[in-house]
């Protein structure tokens, strides 16, 4: 069998430093969503102390924080394979933003209709 060139390899699937760099990114991307994640929802149940709102407003703003904030850490898969993916590239960047701004907007606006007349 012959090995092939490192020409080859970098149009296949990069070199072995990028692919380390790779499933780093996705490890350390989902640890810290993982994180703020926590300490989102700390903050999400924690925000009808007052009763203000009614239990269903409150339920909305837990789950659709919680939804936006896996579509956000779930941005990091195709946003680290693109690291090695050349061949893919743009297609796993146009996905990392569509995920990436998907979570935002629906985190955004969960945010905005609990705290607009609560």
């Not at 780093?24 to 926590?38: E, K, P, R």
């Not at 339920?59 to 850490?73: D, H, S, W, Y």
């Not at 946003?79 to 979570?103: D, E, H, I, M, N």
Request: hydrophobic share 60%.
């Amino acid at each position: 069998m012959s090995e092939a060139s490192p020409a080859t390899a970098a149009k296949e699937g990069g070199s072995v430093a990028w692919k380390v760099c790779g499933i780093l990114f996705i490890v350390f991307w989902i640890i810290g969503h993982l994180a703020w994640g926590a300490m989102s929802f700390i903050a999400d149940v924690m925000a009808n102390d007052s009763g203000a709102a009614s239990a269903d407003k409150h339920m909305t703003l837990i789950f659709g924080m919680i939804g936006g904030q896996v579509l956000c850490g779930a941005a990091g898969v195709p946003a680290g394979l693109a690291f090695f993916w050349q061949s893919r590239r743009k297609l796993l960047l146009w996905l990392f933003a569509l995920l990436f701004v998907a979570g935002a907007l629906i985190q955004g606006g969960v945010f905005y209709a609990f705290f607009a007349k609560a």
